[in-house]
């Protein structure tokens, strides 16, 4: 059974830091691209950063470009979201996903399995 297991996450004040861990299981995290979304309530869920199975390449929305860093551990089975100088517009819930498929994509229909979810609030 896959399973994506999300820790991290809860609330900041702006221009604070907080990091997300996915834990994979029943999958071989290696031959898996990831990617992180976000939602807000009524909105539509928005690719955030994802990294490929090929050779770690990495994509960032520019809405966080220079802020966030993606990043796996193969060993740990564990995919990074390092999210820094948070804003109150990065206030969402934010979702790992896992895709068997060595691109990435930014469309939420490409990707088969998913996080629980994790409410990332930034408010002072």
């Known amino acids: 059974q896959v399973r994506l297991v999300q820790s991290g996450g809860g609330l900041v004040q702006p221009g604070g830091s907080l990091r997300l861990s996915c834990a994979a299981s029943g999958l071989p995290l290696d031959a898996y691209t990831i990617d992180w979304f976000r939602q807000a309530p009524g909105k539509e869920r928005e690719g955030v950063s994802c990294i490929d199975s090929v050779d770690d390449y990495t994509y960032y929305a520019d809405s966080v470009k220079g802020r966030f860093t993606i990043s796996r551990d193969n060993d740990k089975r564990k995919v990074y979201l390092q999210m820094n100088n948070l804003r109150p517009e990065d206030t969402d819930v934010y979702y790992c996903?896992?895709?068997?498929?060595?691109?990435?994509?930014?469309?939420?229909?490409?990707?088969?399995?998913w996080g629980q979810g994790t409410q990332v609030t930034v408010s002072s």
């Open positions: 996903a896992a895709r068997d498929v060595q691109k990435c994509s930014d469309s939420e229909e490409d990707y088969d399995y």
